[in-house]
């Protein structure tokens, strides 16, 4: 089952356009939601997280907009960079009163391409 | 390097084979995560330790495969007469006490032939 889609599943924009990628949840338990990236050969990063209670978070270049009646968020990278090129997953956690029940659930990844 | 650390990289070995791969957490981590992840796919959850005790597994974890984090500090991940399908990134992770955010390594390429 799975319980956090997303899209697209590969992604080409030139250098300095935006990257928009999508996912949506089913469980509606879960109540963080990281970005994680991962370069070839690496293990995923954190990029930035959110928590349900608010629609936005802005980080840098990076922005996850998050609409909780939807079950949707997405990340959006602004100023795409070459450097920027990897694979980009969605996730999400549930907690319980404040201590994380520790399974994260990902999505299927996007392969990002910045063009120089 | 404080990050979290796995060994081997790759391994390679035929189908039937016993394997095992070690992971060590960031210091002073008490939470220590297994994921595995084919190609073109996201991580999946097998198994987290809270200190030396697994307090969740996978249905994915069959009775080939087994986990250790004997002293809570490093932990083992054994998979028994590998298969084909046992081909894999394994991932480790680790996290401070309840924190949600969780610190990967770079992982343990498994190929069975």
């Known amino acids: 089952q799975q319980q956090v889609k997303q899209s697209p599943q590969s992604l080409i924009v030139q250098k300095g356009g935006i990257s928009i990628i999508n996912c949506a949840y089913e469980?509606?338990?879960?109540?963080?939601f990281p970005w994680y990236q991962q370069f070839p050969g690496k293990g995923p990063a954190l990029l930035i997280a959110i928590r349900p209670d608010v629609s936005e978070k802005k980080e840098g270049r990076f922005t996850i907009s998050f609409n909780k009646s939807a079950k949707q968020f997405s990340l959006h990278i602004m100023d795409s960079q070459p450097g920027d090129s990897a694979t980009y997953f969605c996730a999400a956690i549930r907690n319980a009163g404040g201590t994380s029940y520790g399974k994260l659930t990902f999505g299927q990844g996007t392969i990002l391409t910045v063009h120089p | 390097d404080t990050g979290v650390s796995q060994d081997p990289r790759h391994k390679i070995t035929k189908r039937g084979q016993n394997v095992t791969f070690r992971c060590d957490p960031i210091s002073e981590h008490n939470r220590l995560y297994w994921y595995r992840q084919t190609l073109g796919q996201g991580p999946e959850f097998l198994t987290y330790f809270q200190n030396e005790a697994q307090l969740e597994k996978s249905r994915l974890l069959s009775d080939r495969f087994s986990a250790e984090r004997p002293k809570g500090s490093f932990s083992t991940l054994e998979i028994q007469r590998t298969e084909q399908g046992d081909s894999a990134m394994y991932l480790c992770a680790s996290s401070l006490g309840g924190g949600n955010i969780q610190y990967f390594g770079a992982g343990t390429r498994l190929s069975v032939l």
């Open positions: 469980n509606t338990a879960f109540d963080y």
